[in-house]
């Protein structure tokens, strides 16, 4: 809840590890003297006295049908709009301009997990047919048009890319759901998003196994048929095409394999259609602090412009690059920066299918070798677990990375080093990018070429980004105060969402109320946007980012929602009430660990521990399996029956509970610390 008190609940920021201020990393000279940002005059031009109309700069790098008029319309604040009065294409801009300077050049690079299996290399010229075919096959077999939404449960296959910008040629707004997350996940998003179009994969290999991920769109099916949306059709990418890969059977009349049909559409050719910049390209569901996700909603022409201007300026990405992204297409960095900032600056994008240990930790360094990878980007918790089985593998692979990302969670100064030293070799500038699923793009890094890099902070705004800390009456906290407090962004920028799918009033509720002094004012100084994450800013101006102040636990780098993951847990019978509680855990980061207390007559088992760690992944998906399930006699409450997660936390963070005095009942805290 927006307007929960810092202090009053546990959050991550209270239990974040206190880190010392670091000492500095400077870009090398090689870097500086190529890099797309040379020098500190890019502040001036995006500085406060140029806003909005800096961000011209990065509409300019996009071919637009007709040319805006108006660079920020803020009439109706929060609900900004970018670009106005100019018509753009999404596909258009990431394919069809570059085809006369980069026609043969490749696309994506598509690396299968299992090892023996050829890479294969799609070209910008490949990737134009597909994608017309593919659009065909949209409009014309399954009636799809502008406007209309398109649900994807697509695995890391090169046909995931097809699938987005087929959908974004027409103007179709493409919804995709993360392939771990459940069938039943993905049936409650599609019926959200009411998609009468699901777009799914026969299988995919994962962790060495082939798996059937078309069971997954059986459940979809049902699922949002009870929510009362039917999908009409099921479109279904072949892993292997020709060969269906997957057990589950194809259900007549619905499920369609794309291999098939695409045969009437081979050589069609679709005109990208012109959509106003205000239009939308695609929801991305993420979790908030109630049990429901909600699907953010971006734009065309502001989403666009906003990340193929930070892939240009803090991704440092020229056309000749070859750049990857581990991350998957399924979370918002994949859409961003493996799709869309990459392919709208012609560079080459990298798709890896797989789980990055697999078959041991140095498979990637192979894969930059062999592709010659010079911009990598991963998360936290990929280079904590390849640093632990794998501490020397990157010294004995002969790749040259220029410049590495980080994303998604705090990274520890220890790692960032050696992510620093050895997997980029001392020669690659870092940076670590904190944003969000709704920011559509970076708002806080260091420059590559500029900047100088401290382990464990993010860095200062971004060009255009202005963030702003206040304590919890509204009151700034200077740099160097070295108070936390909730980071905000002053100023709107072209890359936030439009508003969740669906619901406007909450969208103003849990980004803007916080702060906001007056809910008619019409002037955009009055509307900071609210992030949920708990900082500290530096005397330097560097902000470190410290987690998330609401009910959401960052696993991995992605956002779980605690109440979902209760919601989930009170789906087993057995169980009358659930708490989750983050972690810290040395790979992901954070974990969940889940509380429950049973209902009257149930006793507690392994059997039933295991069966509510079942039942999340069931619910939810795999990659929500809680670390540990207490079941507990009862739960710590406030006399009011208000359940202490804060004690809970601390208990399962093995770290000193505190007063518990005012408990209703504190006799159960020595119970549940006592227990095995
Ligand atoms: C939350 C957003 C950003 C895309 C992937 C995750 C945390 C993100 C950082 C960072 C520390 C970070 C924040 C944020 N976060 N980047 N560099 N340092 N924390 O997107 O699932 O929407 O999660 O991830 O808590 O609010 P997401």
């Known amino acids: 809840m927006a307007d929960k008190k ?387 593998e990157p010294t004995k692979y002969n790749y040259h990375f220029k410049h590495m990302t980080t994303v998604g969670e705090p990274i520890e100064p220890e790692v960032w080093r050696w992510y620093y030293n050895i997997v980029g070799k001392k020669e690659a500038s870092v940076v670590d990018t904190w944003w969000q699923t709704e920011t559509g793009g970076f708002l806080c890094s260091t420059l590559p070429g500029i900047h100088d890099m401290k382990p464990g902070s993010a860095g200062p705004g971004v060009p255009g980004i202005y963030p702003i800390i206040f304590d919890e009456e509204g009151n700034p906290l200077p740099a160097g105060s070295g108070k936390a407090g909730n980071i905000c962004i002053q100023n709107p920028w072209p890359g936030r969402m439009l508003t969740i799918w669906g619901d406007d009033a909450r969208f103003v509720r849990q980004y803007y109320q916080r702060y906001n002094k007056d809910p008619k004012s019409k002037d955009w100084h009055d509307w900071p946007y609210f992030a949920g994450d708990g900082a500290v800013e530096a005397a330097d101006g560097y902000f470190r980012i410290l987690g998330r102040i609401d009910d959401v636990i960052n696993v991995a780098g992605h956002r779980l929602g605690t109440k979902e993951l209760e919601s989930a847990a009170l789906m087993c019978q057995e169980v009358g009430e659930a708490a989750v509680v983050p972690v810290s855990d040395p790979i992901k980061g954070k974990i969940p660990h889940i509380f429950v207390s049973l209902k009257p007559g149930y006793t507690a088992s392994t059997e039933l521990q295991k069966k509510v760690t079942d039942t999340l992944a069931k619910e939810i998906g795999p990659f929500a399996k809680p670390g540990k399930v207490w079941i507990v006699s009862d739960m710590p409450k406030t006399r009011s029956g208000k359940i202490m997660r804060r004690i809970l936390s601390a208990i399962a963070n093995k770290q000193d509970v505190g007063d518990i005095t005012t408990l209703a009942n504190p006799q159960v805290v020595e119970e549940i610390i006592n227990m095995p």
Not at 163 to 184: N, T
Not at 218 to 239: C, N, P, S, T
Not at 267 to 275: N, R
Not at 294 to 321: C, F, M, N
């Open 6 to 392: 810092i202090d009053s609940e546990v959050s991550e920021a209270q239990i974040a590890v206190h880190w010392k201020e670091e000492g500095y990393f400077k870009p090398s000279e090689k870097f500086k003297s190529q890099a797309n940002v040379k020098d500190n005059s890019i502040f001036k031009r995006f500085s406060m006295e140029n806003f909005p109309e800096c961000y011209k700069e990065y509409a300019d790098m996009l071919d637009w049908y007709e040319p805006y008029t108006k660079v920020l319309d803020s009439s109706n604040p929060p609900f900004f709009k970018w670009f106005t009065g100019g018509k753009l294409n999404a596909s258009y801009n990431c394919i069809d301009r570059h085809l006369e300077k980069h026609r043969n050049k490749t696309a994506i690079h598509f690396v299968p997990e299992p090892e023996e299996e050829a890479i294969q290399h799609m070209t910008y010229q490949e990737l134009y047919i597909k994608v017309n075919e593919f659009s065909a096959l949209l409009r014309d077999f399954c009636g799809v048009k502008a406007g209309d939404t398109v649900t994807l449960h697509m695995p890391m296959i090169p046909e995931i890319a097809v699938a987005m910008l087929a959908c974004a040629r027409l103007g179709a707004i493409h919804s995709q759901v993360f392939s771990g997350f459940s069938g039943k996940a993905c049936g409650e998003r599609v019926a959200d998003a009411k998609s009468k179009v699901l777009i799914t994969a026969d299988s995919y290999y994962r962790g060495g196994t082939l798996i059937d991920h078309k069971e997954k769109a059986d459940i979809a099916y049902d699922e949002a048929l009870k929510e009362g949306q039917k999908i009409e059709k099921i479109l279904i990418f072949e892993r292997y095409p020709g060969k269906y890969s997957a057990k589950t059977p194809l259900v007549e009349g619905r499920d369609y394999l794309v291999n098939d049909v695409i045969k009437k559409y081979y050589h069609a050719k679709v005109d990208p259609v012109a959509l106003a910049s205000e239009d939308s390209l695609f929801i991305m569901y993420t979790s908030g602090s109630t049990g429901k996700p909600k699907g953010a909603q971006h734009s065309i022409g502001g989403y666009l412009a906003y990340v193929t201007g930070t892939s240009k300026y803090v991704q440092d990405i020229h056309p000749e690059d070859v750049y990857w992204c581990m991350a998957d297409i399924g979370w918002i960095t994949g859409h961003s920066y493996i799709i869309y900032g990459p392919l709208a600056l012609a560079a080459s994008s990298v798709i890896y299918e797989g789980v990055p240990t697999h078959p041991d930790a140095s498979r990637p360094w192979r894969v930059a070798e062999e592709l010659d990878v010079n911009i990598f980007h991963t998360s936290p918790t990929a280079i904590r677990a390849l640093r632990r089985i794998g501490p020397d």
